[in-house]
């Protein structure tokens, strides 16, 4: 297993930090994928969307 962290701002008017971790299982040829905001109750959606934009990304 490859874990892959990534703490990058993706916010370009507030600038939140934003947390991103890739889990890579090659036994079960599967990838989790976690992002989270590390300030605040809800980011409108943008962690979902980033998750599916990773997803779509490894699918094709």
Known sequence: M???EIYANFSLIFQFVDDVELLFSDEKNLIHV???SR????DLGANRK?????RLAFEN
């Open 2 to 4: 490859l874990l892959i």
């Open 39 to 42: 300030i605040g109750y809800s």
């Open 50 to 54: 980033r998750v599916e934009r990773i």
């Open 34 to 36: 976690k992002s989270a």
